[in-house]
């Protein structure tokens, strides 16, 4: 079967860059000969059939955002049975570091052309899925205020908010449980992360766990 890929684009990550990764991407695909559609608003409307299945002509999902793209696919449409190739265009690409490296967008779309696509494991908090990390506590406190407001370039909003909120925000007690060892006490916040990079670039070193855990006092 011919390629055919759907690229999934949302505009809204890093003030706009996935929309610039996008058109590399679009401009890549054309010169190989590539066909492909391109979808950047209403995925739920244009990406499903009527029965809420989708289009049975693609080959491919190319994702285009930040971390919170890829966790918005994996909550909505994990059940489509396509490999997807995640592309950086969020602020950190946490994610996109984690499983790709430093690939230039050609070297990915050569990948995903030629290779079998491989399973990546995702955590879950309550009934979310996640695919880098859970923050609780004073982190999901700043995610909160910041959900559904107007941002700034780059971590400007998430720094202003840190800000505001770390000297009223009040500790919580946690039990936190791990493989031969369990931690109670209270905690600023607790980190859950998939990988050794999350929070836009900050890297945690302690791999002693599967999913390695932060916890500050």
Not at 39 to 55: A, C, G, L, P, Q
Not at 128 to 149: D, S
């Amino acid at each position: 079967m011919n390629p055919h890929i759907c690229l999934l684009v949302n505009p809204l990550a890093a003030s706009g860059r996935a929309m610039e990764v996008a058109a590399q991407i679009e401009a890549e695909l054309k010169q190989r000969n590539i066909s492909f559609d391109t979808w950047v608003k209403n995925w739920d409307i244009s990406f499903f059939n009527s029965d809420n299945t989708h289009h049975t002509n693609y080959t491919d999902i190319f994702l285009v955002g930040g971390d919170g793209t890829l966790n918005y696919y994996a909550n909505h449409y994990r059940h489509i049975p396509l490999p997807v190739t995640f592309f950086p265009g969020g602020t950190g690409n946490d994610v996109h570091w984690m499983i790709y490296g430093k690939k230039t967008i050609k070297e990915q779309i050569g990948l995903a052309l030629t290779q079998p696509a491989k399973p990546f494991d995702l955590g879950r908090c309550n009934e979310l899925y996640f695919a880098n990390q859970v923050g609780i506590g004073f982190e999901g406190k700043v995610a909160k205020a910041l959900t559904n407001k107007k941002k700034k370039p780059g971590q400007t909003s998430f720094k202003l908010t840190v800000l505001r909120k770390i000297f009223s925000y009040r500790s919580s007690f946690y039990t936190i449980t791990l493989p031969g060892k369990t931690i109670t006490g209270r905690k600023l916040l607790v980190d859950i992360c998939n990988g050794q990079r999350a929070g836009a670039a900050s890297m945690w070193r302690h791999r002693r766990y599967q999913m390695t855990v932060c916890w500050i006092w």
